[in-house]
């Protein structure tokens, strides 16, 4: 694999569902961004803390054009499709180019929670990865505590290495961090893509 392969998130390609649209994450999602991460069950299980302000997410959203630009960061907007508002992220946190592999993740929300837009955004995600980016295995890093997002990783066929479990220093404790690994051949084994 090459890294010219990854150019196209230069100009991030906008993927339609259902019900949502995943597209580039631009400056005039800044009042519906610092909505949702200032919010402080967003990012309960996150390294980051809430946003303090909103000049905050604003050094946030100016990282993030910088990142784009250098073909550094992988990650979507999810908007909903109706209205094209910002309810989350969710993309690539890292990308191994030497390994083929990345990590995958996501962050809702909680005013959005519980109406499958995680899942339904994650799909996309994982068919990106294998089909077009041609991953041989994605992963997902969750907090053991994190209920919700283990029940999706599992949804997705994501299965844990216990191998890669490893204690965090997160916002003053310690959290125990857990590694889910969804395998090229067992997507392919459990996805029928139409």
Known sequence: MTHKQF??????PTIETDRLRLRKIVTTDLDVLYEGASRPL??????WEPHPSVEHTKEYLRAIKK????????DWAIALKE???MIGTCGFTTIRFEENT?????VLSDLYWKNGYASEAMTEVLKYGFYTLNLDSLSARIMSENSASIHLAEKMHFAPDYTKTEKVQIKGRYATVLTYVLSKSSY???FVIC
């Not at 967003?42 to 390294?47: D, H, T």
């Not at 990142?67 to 992988?74: D, T």
């Not at 990345?102 to 996501?106: C, R």
């Open 67 to 74: 990142e784009y630009s250098k073909k550094r960061f992988y």
């Open 7 to 12: 150019d196209i998130f230069k100009n991030i």
């Open 102 to 106: 990345a990590d995958v993740g996501y």
């Open 83 to 85: 209205s094209n508002k």
């Open 188 to 190: 392919f084994s459990n």
């Open 42 to 47: 967003v990012s309960e299980y996150l390294l």
